[in-house]
């Protein structure tokens, strides 16, 4: 499987944007992008996910540089309830966590 | 929404006892996973499941686990001699199409259930 690198950690003050990146320079063809995010102890939740082509949903945006080696994800306007850990996965089959990314959202 | 639904929330058991952990998934979904956490660590991959049989499990997945779908709803995950190791959060996923890339259609996400935690005593 493609291995992801993230920050272990990022602060974001409530209301800005979130930009959270990462780096997946072995990412092949047919392998999407995919962001999870937990809270506390709670299960994965699923944010969004990519191929190519940037995306946009209800709860953030994913942008794909085009050579794919690497990704942005965009919450826009961050809450307190979005301190979580973010995961960035490569997924081939199942999905493989790694130990994403700790976003702290302060007041 | 629809949810996935995993039962109990919570086990306490006795080092070398059977325990089962239950889930329903998605009711029209076809894949089925099973993930742990242990405290503190990361989400880890132990088995998936579909057409009622194991497609691929981890290393984590060894002879005392097993898992079934006995009735067409539930999903459920048996640890035959608990140890103490197995102390972690189990999650449940299901998923309707699988991965995107071999069936060619951009299905979305894996839907997680909010986790049974076992404590082994």
């Known amino acids: 499987d493609a291995k992801t690198t993230q920050p272990p950690s990022m602060d974001c003050a409530e209301g800005r944007a979130a930009n959270l990146p990462c780096n997946h320079s072995?990412?092949?063809?047919?392998?999407?992008v995919y962001w999870y995010r937990q809270i506390h102890s709670q299960g994965p939740q699923y944010i969004i996910h990519?191929?190519?082509n940037n995306e946009t949903n209800e709860m953030a945006s994913l942008i794909i540089t085009e050579d794919r080696k690497s990704s942005t994800l965009i919450l826009p306007h961050a809450t307190l309830r979005d301190t979580a850990v973010y995961y960035c996965i490569v997924r081939t089959d199942k999905l493989i966590f790694g130990t994403g990314t700790r976003l702290q959202v302060f007041p | 929404e629809p949810e996935v639904t995993q039962t109990p929330s919570h086990q306490v058991t006795q080092m070398g006892q059977e325990v089962i952990l239950r889930c329903v998934p998605i009711?029209?979904?076809?894949?089925f996973y099973w993930y742990r956490q242990i405290l503190g660590q990361k989400v880890e991959f132990l088995v998936s499941?579909?057409?009622?049989?194991?497609?691929?499990k981890s290393e984590i997945f060894d002879d005392q686990f097993s898992v079934e779908r006995p009735d067409g709803s539930n999903f459920t995950l048996k640890i035959r001699s608990t140890k103490l190791e197995d102390s972690a959060m189990y999650f449940c996923?299901?998923?309707?199409?699988?991965?995107?890339?071999?069936?060619?259609?951009?299905?979305?996400?894996?839907?997680f259930g909010e986790g049974s935690r076992l404590t082994v005593l």
């Open positions: 499941f579909y057409n009622n049989e194991i497609s691929e």
């Open positions: 072995t990412i092949s063809g047919n392998e999407y």
């Open positions: 990519g191929l190519k």
């Open positions: 009711s029209n979904h076809l894949y």
């Open positions: 996923a299901s998923t309707l199409w699988g991965y995107p890339g071999r069936t060619g259609i951009n299905t979305g996400e894996l839907f």
